[in-house]
């Protein structure tokens, strides 16, 4: 009998320490208009979420809510172990760019844990500051539109993101994350919309995505490891790329990434790693290219080691960034431009350790060629172009 009671009280000790708490934020006054500014509501039901000893959801019916202002979802002193966006909704940013243009991120997590984000479409309304910027004016930089800083096990699951002003996605001195089934939506010629962008983050999960935009599909910068990415399409844009590396003299390195089953359609690079000439003790080590399928893409394998966009005030010296192990194996389909692998390492620090296995890649119907440049590794299998390492 005893025993059966304290079976009964950890049952409902565990029950209750699983329920679950729900905000919806039509109930904090978040209006589905597409007009009143819904910001406070959100930061109402966050921060009950935050402060609540069990696990809490905040959970947004369908509509468009305004999120007219930068806003923050803060981590720091919550007691809650984990807090659920359950998203059928859209928010959407002010039409007219200068709302959000100089706020570095709109719709910011900083410090959180165990926050995951289900559904949703962000629309942030880019078109305005696209054409300041192509117009060459005077305009804001612009803001990324989902920034998670300095957080833990963050799960972001069929969000949608349309038109960011700069990056859509932005994971920034993160540890865990996964993000999974998103699509993300811009037109090529819209100036730095990179797709998901990746700083000083480590054990990142990049899993089933669509990414159409204007620049990077996925970016990934100094000081990470760790990484996965893993059927993901991509196109129009700049392709999946580690870099830009080697801008700072001192920089953490790249380690540990694999990129399998990926898919590029019309993008102007492929699998890229580029970094800056310029002296840097930043390095990349590590790197499995695993399956990829292009279409029509300008540089499907490169690396480049002269990085310099535009060709303005290029630094000219030899990167310092030290490239090694890096495996392009089973990479197959047609490139727009007839140097389809292009290795243009550093003179100072050449490239160790490539690895080419199975690559067959066409230019108008021709097996296409390869440039190496400072490039040293292995070839193996059915290789079109020949390799040059
Ligand atoms: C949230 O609030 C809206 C508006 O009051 C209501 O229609 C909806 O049923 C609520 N949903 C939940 C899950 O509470
Ligand atoms: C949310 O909490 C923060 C920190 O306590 C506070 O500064 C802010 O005013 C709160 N906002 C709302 C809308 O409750
Ligand atoms: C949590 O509750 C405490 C005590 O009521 C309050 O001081 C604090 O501002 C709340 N935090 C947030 C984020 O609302
Ligand atoms: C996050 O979730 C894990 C697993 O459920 C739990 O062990 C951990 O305590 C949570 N972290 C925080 C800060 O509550
Ligand atoms: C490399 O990263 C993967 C996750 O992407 C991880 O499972 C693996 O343990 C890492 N390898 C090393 C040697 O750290
Ligand atoms: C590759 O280079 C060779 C030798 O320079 C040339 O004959 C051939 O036409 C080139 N192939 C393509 C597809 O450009």
Redesign the pocket.
């Known amino acids: 009998m005893v025993i059966k009671h304290i079976l009964i009280l950890i049952f409902l000790v565990l029950q209750l320490s699983s329920a679950k708490v729900t905000y919806n934020v039509t109930s904090f006054g978040a209006k589905p208009d597409g007009r009143s500014d819904s910001k406070n509501a959100f930061m109402k039901a966050w921060n009950l979420s935050c402060n609540s000893t069990s696990p809490a959801v905040i959970y947004v019916p369908a509509g468009r809510y305004l999120i007219a202002s930068a806003l923050t979802f803060s981590g720091q002193a919550c007691k809650s172990r984990a807090i659920t966006f359950n998203i059928y909704g859209t928010l959407v940013a002010p039409s007219s760019y200068n709302a959000i243009g100089d706020a570095q991120v709109w719709i910011k997590f900083y410090i959180v844990k165990n926050v995951t984000i289900n559904g949703g479409t962000l629309d942030a309304q880019g078109s305005s500051l696209w054409a300041c910027k192509l117009a060459g004016k005077a305009c804001p930089q612009g803001s990324t539109t989902l920034g998670i800083y300095h957080s833990q096990n963050v799960v972001i699951s069929k969000l949608r993101s349309l038109n960011s002003q700069m990056f859509h996605i932005l994971l920034y001195g993160c540890k865990n994350a996964k993000i999974q089934g998103v699509s993300i939506l811009a037109p090529g010629l819209s100036p730095n919309t990179d797709g998901i962008h990746l700083a000083l983050s480590t ?3 990049i899993l089933s995505s669509k990414i159409s935009t204007g620049d990077d599909c996925v970016s990934m910068g100094p000081g990470n ?4 990415i893993e059927k993901v399409v991509c196109g129009p844009g700049h392709g999946i790329s580690i870099g830009s590396l080697g801008w700072e003299l001192n920089e953490p390195g790249v ?4 990129v399998k089953t990926t898919t590029f359609v019309g993008t102007t690079n492929g699998l890229r790693i580029k970094a800056w000439a310029r002296n840097s003790n930043g390095f990349v080590n ?1 790197v499995y290219f695993k399956g990829a399928t292009m279409m029509n893409v300008q540089f499907p394998i490169i690396i480049d080691g002269n990085y310099c966009p535009n060709n303005n005030n290029c630094p000219n010296e030899a990167s310092g960034v030290k490239i090694s192990n890096v495996v392009y194996e089973n990479v197959h389909g047609t490139s727009a431009t007839r140097v389809a692998v292009k290795f243009d390492c550093s003179k100072g620090n050449p490239c160790r350790g490539i690895v080419l296995k199975d690559v067959d890649l066409k230019f108008g119907g021709q097996p296409a060629n390869s440039s190496c440049s400072y490039a040293a590794g292995t070839a193996s299998g059915l290789l079109q172009p020949t390799s040059c390492l």
């Open positions: 054990g990142i999960t490891s760790n990484i996965w380690q540990n990434v694999t590590g």
